[in-house]
């Protein structure tokens, strides 16, 4: 069984930065794809990024240019770098881990004051 873990998120102000941190344990495969996901108060989750295998980074629209995912795969973790937080940014985000099954997360609280 994989377990994943988040952490890094918090209170912040608006324009500043969180780096949030999902790590894996357990009986790890390896992974097709990490990814990020959030969800609000009231909102479906919503994708945000993923980064794949390969190295390849991929972003939704609505964070493009402010956050970065990346990996360190000797510490089975992956990061997301979130620069110029927005108060519309405040959500519980996840990470999901495919191999040839989802795993998700528990989530951390993101949330951005103004």
């Known amino acids: 069984q994989v377990q994943l873990v988040e952490s890094g998120g918090g209170l912040v102000q608006a324009g500043g930065s969180l780096r949030l941190s999902c790590t894996a344990s357990?009986?790890?495969?390896?992974?097709?794809?990490v990814g990020w996901y959030r969800q609000a108060p009231g909102k479906q989750r919503e994708w945000v990024a993923t980064?794949?295998?390969?190295?390849?980074?991929n972003y939704a629209e609505f964070v493009k240019d402010r956050f970065t995912i990346s990996r360190d795969s000797a510490k089975n973790t992956v990061y997301l770098q979130m620069n110029n937080l927005k108060p519309e940014d405040t959500a519980v985000y996840y990470c999901?881990?495919?191999?040839?099954?989802?795993?998700w997360g528990q989530g951390t609280q993101v949330t951005v004051s103004s």
């Open positions: 357990g009986h790890i495969f390896r992974f097709k794809t």
């Open positions: 999901k881990a495919t191999s040839n099954v989802d795993y």
């Open positions: 980064v794949t295998v390969v190295g390849s980074r």
